[in-house]
């Protein structure tokens, strides 16, 4: 199956061909991630977005290499190289040097035994082969990027006196103490409070700006993605639902799979009492996908047309091709259906702007356990 890549100008930091992640477990082989195509941009965040299960972090752990029982196919290219090719030797090389991840849950990623400064200094240290104290005033300087406030004091303590956002602060500075050029950000901001959230969000953004990073969020919140993101990976089952700039995907969603995540947001014209709008039904199983559409079975769409629209859908799987513009791709046999069919929601959902976030650098240990 020939698979289409959404493309921008330039040339990609990262461009992911014909991914494919399958697993063998004791009740079968699982494929995690099927076909999925993507580019990212040195300076621009793609927003890769899904239901839990879709296949979002096996896409990312993909990229770093850091699958170990594993069948990972396709081409993944940085910067031009191929990974997919090299050992583990040669990737750990690029890893934290040229690529970088900061995972959802710092806490289990800091080790509790060393101060978050020996942690970063190490990290320093195996990529530039420096002197500790070089390794150490690079930790400090790279907390007081981040926003800790008292970095050289704050580098000798240890991960449990720090807050989640701080935490979280800390992880970023160990990303970037090596000036990677790319970024994943796996969930950056679960389990903190919305505050915090937006102060780590801006982070990111300025940091990004600041070094040209490319950046991929994954994420399941479309809020996040509406803030920073500027090209938009759908992901449903293992497959890419929809690829789209940020502004067209709000403004026109394509898939009925993204008109039901951005229906079940809370939206200011809902009145109090309204109820949520879920999508009904439960993701479908990766060990034995359907021929078809794997939204088919919750598809209120299908369900709402003739025998012949539910066999197709059940039955052929739709592919990834362009819809309205060569920058979008869509994988759905009603793209471009009128939008007063039976089961299809509005079109025009209003996009959510940007979140009003006061300046930082006042009082960033606002967040700070003391």
Same mark, same amino acid.
């Given at each position: 199956?020939?698979?289409?890549?959404?493309?921008?100008?330039?040339?990609?930091?990262?461009?992911?061909?014909?991914?494919?992640?399958?697993?063998?477990?004791?009740?079968?082989?699982?494929?995690?991630?099927?076909?999925?195509?993507? $580019?990212?941009?040195?300076?621009?965040?793609?927003?890769?977005?899904?239901?839990?299960?879709?296949?979002?972090?096996?896409?990312?752990?993909?990229?770093?290499? /850091?699958?170990?029982?594993?069948?990972?196919?396709?081409?993944?290219?940085?910067?031009?190289?191929?990974?997919?090719?090299?050992?583990?030797?040669?990737?750990?090389?690029?890893?934290?040097?040229?690529? #970088?991840?900061?995972?959802? *849950?710092?806490?289990?990623?800091?080790?509790?035994?060393?101060?978050?400064?020996?942690?970063?200094?190490?990290?320093?240290?195996?990529?530039?082969?420096?002197?500790?104290?070089?390794?150490?005033?690079?930790?400090? *300087?790279?907390?007081?990027?981040?926003?800790?406030?008292?970095?050289?004091?704050?580098?000798?303590?240890?991960?449990?006196?720090?807050?989640?956002?701080?935490?979280?602060?800390?992880?970023?500075?160990?990303? /970037?103490?090596?000036?990677?050029?790319?970024?994943?950000?796996?969930?950056?901001?679960?389990?903190?409070?919305? $505050?915090?959230?937006?102060?780590?969000?801006?982070?990111?953004?300025?940091?990004?700006?600041?070094?040209?990073?490319?950046?991929?969020?994954?994420?399941?919140?479309?809020?996040?993605?509406?803030?920073?993101?500027?090209?938009? /990976?759908?992901?449903?089952?293992?497959?890419?639902?929809?690829?789209?700039?940020?502004?067209?995907?709000? #403004?026109?969603?394509?898939?009925?799979?993204?008109?039901?995540?951005?229906?079940?947001? &809370?939206?200011?014209?809902?009145?109090?009492?309204?109820?949520?709008?879920?999508?009904?039904?439960?993701?479908?199983? /990766?060990?034995?996908?359907?021929?078809?559409?794997?939204?088919?079975?919750?598809?209120?769409?299908?369900?709402?047309?003739?025998?012949?629209?539910?066999?197709?859908?059940?039955?052929?799987? &739709?592919?990834?091709? &362009?819809?309205?513009?060569?920058?979008?791709?869509?994988?759905?046999?009603?793209?471009?259906?009128?939008?007063?069919?039976?089961?299809?929601?509005?079109?025009?959902?209003?996009? &959510?702007?940007?979140?009003?976030?006061?300046?930082?650098?006042?009082?960033?240990?606002?967040?700070?356990?003391?």
């Amino acid at each position: 199956m020939t698979t289409e890549v959404l493309t921008t100008t330039g040339a990609p930091l990262l461009q992911v061909r014909d991914l494919q992640v399958t697993f063998t477990t004791p009740r079968g082989r699982v494929r995690a991630v099927d076909s999925l195509a993507f $580019t990212v941009e040195a300076g621009r965040t793609l927003g890769i977005v899904g239901e839990s299960g879709s296949g979002k972090s096996v896409t990312s752990l993909a990229v770093m290499g /850091l699958h170990r029982d594993a069948e990972v196919g396709g081409s993944i290219a940085l910067a031009g190289q191929e990974l997919t090719a090299l050992s583990e030797k040669e990737l750990s090389r690029l890893r934290g040097r040229k690529m #970088a991840m900061i995972f959802q *849950d710092p806490l289990s990623s800091l080790h509790p035994y060393y101060t978050v400064g020996e942690q970063i200094a190490e990290h320093y240290r195996v990529h530039f082969r420096s002197g500790r104290a070089a390794a150490r005033r690079r930790a400090v *300087d790279m907390l007081g990027e981040v926003g800790i406030p008292e970095p050289a004091r704050r580098a000798g303590e240890y991960p449990h006196q720090f807050s989640g956002g701080m935490r979280q602060r800390a992880m970023i500075a160990m990303a /970037l103490a090596c000036e990677p050029e790319l970024l994943i950000a796996d969930e950056p901001t679960t389990a903190l409070d919305v $505050t915090v959230q937006a102060q780590i969000l801006e982070l990111i953004a300025r940091l990004q700006q600041e070094r040209g990073l490319g950046v991929v969020m994954i994420t399941h919140d479309l809020g996040v993605v509406a803030r920073v993101a500027h090209e938009v /990976l759908v992901m449903y089952g293992g497959r890419a639902a929809e690829q789209a700039p940020v502004d067209a995907l709000f #403004a026109d969603p394509a898939h009925p799979y993204t008109r039901g995540l951005l229906d079940s947001l &809370p939206r200011l014209d809902d009145s109090d009492d309204e109820p949520l709008r879920a999508i009904p039904g439960s993701p479908p199983s /990766l060990r034995e996908p359907a021929p078809g559409c794997a939204f088919a079975p919750r598809c209120a769409q299908a369900a709402a047309g003739t025998a012949q629209d539910r066999a197709r859908c059940a039955d052929v799987r &739709p592919a990834l091709e &362009p819809y309205r513009s060569p920058d979008r791709l869509v994988a759905c046999h009603f793209a471009g259906v009128p939008a007063d069919a039976a089961g299809r929601t509005p079109a025009n959902v209003p996009v &959510p702007g940007p979140a009003t976030v006061r300046p930082q650098g006042t009082d960033p240990d606002q967040e700070v356990s003391r």
